[in-house]
Each structure stands twice: as structure tokens, then as C-alpha cells.
């Protein structure tokens, strides 16, 4: 593991902290440890759901401007922009699912992280922004857009405007906007409620968001139709019901 980024582990939950002093850019070394620790996430049987967050003020400014990497060398670009891709898709394709807690501003690359996770909370002294275009880059829009409504994204990238977290509640697209001493012990409660869960349903239930994001309604139906057959027939759906008929918490052993 990296002194940039750290991963804990309790009570199945995996906490990742971005800790790149003071702005928590995104350092190619930084970018490789969260990535790494995302693809641990996925194989650990230990952990059923991992939580994003960072130290400091500041969840991420995005990319590191002021130890930008020689790409002078044949096929330096490539190789730097694959990694930059990737680090967003271990999040997404994290088969645990993944929750933000967004302690700061999270701006440019910061965004396409949150982007990436399945469910975001924000403290209410974070803001989203795309400020690229004030420092001659393009910003994340793809990204962004899976989340911010057409004109308000449009808005980001074009005047750098910084949305705070109260409107982004208000907007419905975080799910809160807490005082900062509330932000982890609400994101924790919501990850142990997860954790509790079927490890197999919730790794089914993930896939199954995924996959149909893109689908039509028929095929994205029927897939999340064939997934609800998979888990029908596991030991977990088995003791659900018997838990319930005996009215006691269930024991999952995700098989």
C-alpha cells in the first residue's frame, strides 16, 4: 500500500483515504494506489462494501498540475491517459459496491472519482467542479454528466462555476449535505448497513446497475431478471427466508 493513499478494513467495510497533502492531487503514484486498492476490494472476501474519502480540506483537486510527468517519450501520452481512464473504471467495476464521502471540494479528476462510486455523500463545505478551462485543459464532462443535469454540467465546464453541496442536495444529486463531524459517522452507518447485507446479493444488485445503464428497458429488465434467478437459487436467498419466518437476523455467508 502507498503512503498516498491508505485502505483499512473493519466490520466489512474497506475505508480508502486519498492523503496527498495539501490538495489531494492525483499523482501518477496516486493514481496507481487507488487503483490498487480498488482491484484489493474486489477479491478480499473480507470486505463488502468500501467507502472513498480523503484527508485534509480538500477531497481532490484533480489532477497534480505541479509534477506533471515527462511525456516527451514515445508513447508516454498514451500510457499516462490509460492510467488516468482506468483509475475511474476500477471504481466502477469494484465488484463491492462503493460509497464518496466527499469531506471537500472535489474538482476536475476529484469529480470523476465521486462520478465513479455508486452512492455519494458530501459534507456541506464540499462543492463540485470542472475548473479546466481556466488553466488551459479539457475537464472530466463524461464523467460528470453521468450525474450533473445537461445545463448545470454545461454550465461547470464552461465558466468553472463550482457548485456547492447544498445545491447539489437540493439537486438530488448527492444524497446529503452534513455538518463535517456528521459527514463519516453517517457514511459508516450507511456501509454497515450494507455490509450486513447478502454479500451475493449486493455484488448481483451492482452488476446489475451497471450493466443495464445503457440498455433498453426490455434487455436491461431481462437482465436484472436473470441475476434475480441466480440469487433465488444461493444458500443467502434460502436464509433470508428462514431468517425471516423465524424472525432473527440472517447469517450470509455470500454462497
Known amino acids: 500500500m502507498s503512503d498516498l493513499v491508505k ?25 496507481a494506489a487507488i487503483t490498487d486498492c480498488f482491484d484489493q476490494a474486489s477479491d478480499l472476501e473480507e470486505v463488502r462494501v468500501v467507502v472513498l474519502t ?21 508513447g508516454a501520452t498514451w500510457k499516462r491517459n490509460r492510467a488516468v481512464r482506468e483509475i475511474g473504471y476500477s471504481i466502477m467495476e469494484c465488484r463491492k ?12 479528476a476529484g469529480l470523476g472519482l465521486v462520478a465513479c462510486c455508486d452512492i455519494i455523500v458530501c459534507s456541506n463545505n464540499a462543492s463540485f467542479g470542472l ?11 463524461k464523467h460528470a454528466a453521468r450525474i450533473i443535469p445537461h445545463s448545470l454540467v454545461r454550465r461547470m465546464m464552461l465558466t468553472g462555476y463550482r457548485v456547492p453541496a447544498d445545491e447539489l442536495y437540493r439537486r438530488g444529486i448527492v444524497e446529503a449535505s452534513l455538518p463535517p463531524e456528521e459527514l463519516m459517522p ?7 448497513n450494507i455490509a450486513a447485507k447478502s454479500p451475493l446479493a ?22 436484472e431478471q436473470n441475476n434475480t434467478f441466480q440469487l433465488s437459487k444461493s444458500d443467502d436467498a434460502k436464509e433470508a427466508v428462514r431468517a425471516f419466518v423465524e424472525k432473527r437476523p440472517p447469517v450470509f455467508k455470500g454462497k
Not at 131 to 141: A, I, S
Not at 186 to 192: E, L, P, S, Y
Not at 202 to 223: C, F, P, Q, V
Open 7 to 31: 485502505m483499512t478494513i473493519e466490520g466489512g467495510v474497506a475505508t480508502v483515504t486519498i492523503d496527498n497533502p495539501p490538495v489531494n492531487a492525483q499523482s501518477m503514484d496516486t493514481i
Open 54 to 74: 480523503a484527508t485534509g480540506k480538500m477531497f481532490s483537486a484533480g489532477a497534480d498540475l505541479k509534477n506533471r510527468p515527462d511525456l516527451s517519450a514515445p
Open 97 to 108: 459496491p462503493v460509497i464518496a464521502a466527499v469531506n471537500g471540494p472535489a474538482l476536475g
Open 131 to 141: 475548473p479546466e478551462v481556466d488553466v488551459g485543459l479539457m475537464g472530466g464532462g
Open 186 to 192: 453517517f457514511v459508516m452507518d450507511m456501509a454497515r
Open 202 to 223: 449486493t455484488l448481483l444488485a451492482k452488476d446489475s446497475m451497471n450493466t443495464i445503464e445503457n440498455m433498453t428497458l426490455r434487455d436491461g429488465y431481462r437482465y
